[in-house]
């Protein structure tokens, strides 16, 4: 009975994630009994609601009273906004949903930094409350500790995900969904529930309504995406992290300023693999379910520019930020000078987005600087017709160690950090211990430098193993599944690695 138990109830030190077998049994009985419903539309949304709220419920507890408030009520905004009589009933709607989703994520993700600001400016003493906790423990009797504000998990992705509902009905670019259980199969869907990609709800609703397909073709994609998802993370990333990178942030001080370097080279392929291989595999997932979800990541370091690195590093949240925020403050519309500050704007947006921190706010500016200083760049010096190899080469590498010095400041766990690392890389290097620690990290700097060398193979042979994968008979495509499994069991860390943005 206590298996039955542990099975149905949320356990915070086992969180459902894509990395656990505990995931892959529950997403095979997912399968099965949508084996049975996928042909009945209303029966197969309502299902995935239901799977998807317990898929929720199992990876944030009873954080599902957020994610169930959200829901309903920017369903009924929805509505609201569609029986509007008047363009400014609408916009008065519109605006209630952005500072309800915005003041819920203000309140879990930045009531910390407020407070902390308030009581460093006025001298006071105040202290940060979880009401949830305090609510729930009113209700429901439980004793959760109301001192403390836990983030929810996944709520940055849903906010956004839910607004651009809201936003997408008052831009007529969608009707409002009359059905509840069909919107909430939209904001829940589990595959991208908790770490994306940020789905539009124009892009994604009227996948509610099509008949289920899924191409030969397709099927073996998403298995290749789900394998190479997990590669990706519990390989590459977890080996590299626990192995090197989160020993040296932890103590920049005590290792060399190589190691330093190497541990901001690591990092950089980290987050990569990190969380492009959960993108990889929530895509193949919601593919054997039948949903396309957007690209989420395209060789992000072989970008030759800045701006080119935001057309390929995590497209969804950076589309959502072109889409509902920069081209609403006036784009590119009103002058040069107003497009550099409303660019500069949406990336400390950006950054704020991924925490109230003041390094997140400066990796936020960086990018920000970055891309007007590319814009400033090609005003003064157009594009040629014919680039040759050396151009492009000293671009990307120019573009890539500037991405690089941005990471710092969003891995590292403070700005003193942030100052010993670089205090370490410029004034300690420390060249004659670089040949002993190459040898005493050989296998990390080799997956490092493996990964690189993948990330940066051409389109073309990146296509042909994918599509031999695809192309090859059930029966061996079984047999690699077995093998990388296997594989994946050896090398996997005996501690759950939790995916890096699952923190924002």
Same mark, same amino acid.
């Given at each position: 009975?206590?298996?039955?138990?542990?099975?149905?109830?949320?356990?915070?030190?086992?969180?459902?994630?894509?990395?656990?077998?505990?995931?892959?049994?529950?997403?095979?009985?997912?399968l099965?009994?949508?084996?049975?419903?996928?042909?009945?539309?209303?029966?197969?949304?309502?299902?995935?609601?239901?799977?998807?709220?317990?898929?929720?419920y199992?990876?944030?507890?009873?954080?599902?009273?957020?994610?169930?408030?959200?829901?309903?009520?920017?369903?009924?905004?929805?509505?609201w906004?569609?029986?509007?009589?008047?363009?400014?009933?609408?916009? $008065? #709607?519109?605006?209630? *949903?952005?500072?309800m989703?915005?003041?819920?994520? +203000?309140? =879990?993700?930045y009531?910390?930094? /407020? %407070?902390?600001?308030?009581?460093?400016?006025?001298?006071?003493?105040?202290?940060?409350?979880?009401?949830?906790?305090?609510?729930?423990?009113?209700?429901?009797?439980?004793?959760?500790?109301?001192t403390?504000i836990?983030?929810?998990?996944?709520?940055?992705?849903?906010?956004?995900?839910?607004?651009?509902?809201?936003?997408?009905v008052?831009?007529?670019?969608i009707?409002p969904?009359?059905?509840?259980?069909?919107?909430?199969?939209?904001?829940?869907?589990?595959?991208?529930?908790?770490?994306?990609?940020?789905?539009?709800?124009?892009?994604?609703?009227?996948? $509610? #309504?099509?008949?289920? *397909?899924?191409?030969?073709?397709?099927?073996?994609? +998403?298995? =290749?995406?789900?394998?190479?998802? /997990? %590669?990706?993370?519990?390989?590459?990333?977890?080996?590299?992290?626990?192995?090197?990178?989160?020993?040296?942030?932890?103590?920049?001080?005590?290792?060399?300023?190589?190691?330093?370097l190497?541990?901001?080279?690591?990092?950089?392929?980290?987050?990569?693999?990190?969380?492009?291989?959960?993108?990889?595999?929530?895509?193949?997932?919601?593919?054997?379910?039948?949903?396309?979800?957007?690209?989420?990541?395209?060789s992000?370091?072989?970008a030759?520019?800045?701006?080119?690195?935001?057309?390929?590093?995590?497209?969804s949240?950076?589309?959502?930020?072109?889409?509902?925020?920069y081209?609403?403050?006036?784009?590119?519309?009103?002058?040069?000078?107003?497009?550099?500050?409303?660019?500069?704007?949406?990336?400390?947006?950006?950054?704020?987005?991924?925490?109230?921190?003041?390094?997140?706010?400066?990796?936020?500016?960086?990018?920000?600087?970055?891309?007007?200083?590319?814009?400033?760049?090609?005003?003064?010096?157009?594009?040629?017709?014919?680039?040759?190899?050396?151009?492009?080469?000293?671009?990307?590498?120019?573009?890539?160690?500037?991405?690089?010095f941005?990471?710092?400041?969003?891995?590292?766990?403070?700005?003193?950090?942030?100052?010993?690392?670089?205090?370490?890389?410029?004034?300690?290097?420390?060249?004659?211990?670089?040949?002993?620690?190459?040898?005493?990290?050989k296998?990390?700097?080799?997956?490092?430098?493996?990964?690189?060398?993948?990330?940066?193979?051409?389109?073309?042979?990146?296509?042909?193993?994918?599509?031999?994968f695809?192309?090859?008979?059930?029966?061996?495509?079984?047999?690699?599944?077995?093998?990388?499994v296997?594989?994946?069991?050896?090398?996997?860390?005996?501690?759950?690695?939790?995916?890096?943005?699952?923190?924002?």
């Amino acid at each position: 009975m206590d298996y039955i138990k542990d099975i149905f109830t949320y356990d915070p030190s086992a969180p459902m994630i894509f990395t656990r077998f505990y995931f892959w049994v529950f997403f095979a009985v997912v399968l099965t009994v949508y084996s049975v419903v996928y042909k009945k539309k209303p029966a197969r949304n309502a299902y995935l609601l239901l799977v998807s709220s317990f898929f929720y419920y199992k990876s944030g507890g009873y954080f599902f009273i957020i994610l169930a408030f959200t829901t309903l009520f920017d369903f009924a905004v929805g509505l609201w906004i569609g029986r509007a009589k008047t363009q400014n009933r609408r916009k $008065l #709607y519109l605006t209630l *949903s952005v500072i309800m989703n915005l003041g819920v994520l +203000a309140y =879990f993700k930045y009531s910390y930094f /407020l %407070i902390d600001s308030i009581n460093n400016i006025f001298h006071s003493d105040l202290k940060v409350v979880n009401y949830l906790a305090f609510w729930t423990n009113g209700i429901a009797g439980t004793h959760l500790d109301i001192t403390s504000i836990i983030l929810p998990v996944g709520i940055s992705f849903y906010t956004f995900q839910s607004i651009s509902y809201t936003v997408s009905v008052y831009r007529r670019k969608i009707e409002p969904l009359h059905n509840i259980l069909d919107y909430g199969c939209f904001v829940t869907f589990f595959p991208q529930l908790v770490a994306g990609p940020i789905v539009k709800a124009y892009d994604f609703i009227p996948q $509610l #309504y099509k008949d289920f *397909s899924l191409s030969k073709k397709e099927f073996g994609y +998403a298995l =290749f995406l789900i394998m190479n998802g /997990l %590669i990706k993370k519990m390989l590459i990333s977890d080996y590299i992290s626990i192995n090197f990178v989160d020993r040296v942030f932890d103590s920049p001080m005590s290792y060399s300023g190589f190691e330093n370097l190497m541990a901001v080279y690591g990092y950089t392929i980290q987050i990569y693999c990190d969380f492009s291989g959960y993108t990889d595999i929530a895509i193949g997932v919601a593919f054997l379910l039948g949903f396309r979800l957007p690209l989420n990541f395209n060789s992000p370091y072989k970008a030759a520019n800045i701006t080119d690195f935001w057309h390929r590093w995590h497209i969804s949240l950076s589309t959502w930020l072109r889409d509902y925020l920069y081209i609403p403050l006036g784009g590119n519309r009103k002058g040069k000078i107003r497009t550099y500050i409303n660019l500069l704007l949406v990336m400390l947006i950006g950054g704020l987005w991924h925490g109230a921190a003041v390094r997140f706010i400066i990796w936020g500016a960086l990018h920000g600087l970055g891309l007007t200083f590319h814009k400033l760049w090609i005003k003064f010096f157009p594009a040629k017709e014919k680039i040759s190899f050396w151009s492009k080469f000293w671009a990307a590498f120019l573009t890539f160690h500037f991405v690089i010095f941005a990471w710092i400041f969003f891995r590292a766990d403070s700005m003193r950090s942030v100052s010993s690392v670089l205090s370490q890389i410029f004034y300690h290097f420390n060249w004659k211990l670089i040949p002993g620690i190459i040898v005493s990290y050989k296998n990390v700097f080799s997956l490092i430098l493996l990964a690189f060398l993948i990330h940066w193979l051409p389109v073309k042979t990146k296509d042909w193993y994918k599509n031999y994968f695809i192309g090859i008979p059930y029966a061996l495509k079984a047999v690699v599944i077995v093998l990388v499994v296997f594989m994946l069991f050896q090398v996997k860390s005996a501690e759950i690695q939790p995916f890096i943005y699952f923190q924002f």
